[in-house]
């Protein structure tokens, strides 16, 4: 199957400090990805959709000038957490899609642990 | 707005015995539901994808079952194992182009 690398899978920074998580499609041309955010015990909430060569979408609620997404390739997403603070300690995944087919299986990053210290 | 709710929240079970986890959505305008399993701190393994126009589909010891027009899915494991045990999510893709996840069922599988 399709294979999406996500690094780093863990990350320990400092308050006010900003992370940048990359996800890259392996083995195919990812159009679209998703990057999604879990708290413990809890299910994936979606932060938002990034299209190659476009601005991300947003979901209601997700700071765009904190949460930077850039989609400049067909196989690279990056996920910036600027001016991190405590409450931004999640776990962060994303998924990619392959070039316009919805009945396409979604595949995912292992995801990357935040800790804000 | 499309909500996923999967029941139970967690389930214990000893080894061997069939299982079923159970997954409800509240539009049923979708494009297909996919079945996930999730281990501690890790991401994603898509398990099973059925499509709007599907009944079921098979892999193993699994089989998912959905039932688009009363809104339901269901993932069926049988004779678990302990390894089998995980979160498993549910998750619609709806046609707003989203893939919209249930809270998931935590699984454990005593040996």
């Known amino acids: 199957g399709a294979v999406v690398s996500q690094h780093p899978s863990r990350v320990i920074c400092k308050s006010g400090t900003s992370v940048k998580i990359e996800c890259r499609s392996l083995?195919?041309?990812?159009?679209?990805m998703f990057w999604y955010r879990q708290f413990p015990k809890q299910s994936l909430m979606l932060m938002a959709t990034s299209n190659e060569g476009s601005k991300a979408t947003y979901e209601q609620g997700v700071e765009k000038d904190k949460f930077l997404i850039n989609h400049a390739s067909l196989t690279l997403s990056t996920l910036t957490v600027t001016s991190a603070h405590p409450e931004d300690s999640s776990f962060y995944i994303c998924?990619?899609?392959?070039?316009?087919?919805?009945?396409?299986?979604?595949?995912f990053g292992s995801g990357t642990q935040l800790s804000v210290l | 707005k499309q909500e996923v709710t999967q029941i139970p929240a967690a389930l214990s079970v000893p080894e061997g015995e069939n299982l079923v986890l159970n997954c409800s959505f509240t539009?049923?305008?979708?494009?297909?539901l996919q079945w996930f399993r999730q281990d501690p701190g890790k991401g994603l393994t898509s398990l099973l994808l059925i499509q709007s126009s599907q009944r079921e589909q098979t892999s193993g010891r699994l089989n998912a079952s959905l039932d688009k027009s009363s809104g339901r899915s269901t993932l069926y494991i049988a004779a678990s194992q302990p390894g089998d045990s995980a979160t498993y999510l549910c998750a619609v893709y709806n046609q707003g182009g989203k893939l919209i996840f249930g809270q998931g069922t935590e699984l454990s599988v005593k040996p």
């Open positions: 998924s990619a899609r392959g070039e316009g087919n919805y009945n396409e299986k979604l595949f």
């Open positions: 083995d195919f041309q990812a159009t679209t």
């Open positions: 539009d049923s305008a979708i494009y297909n």
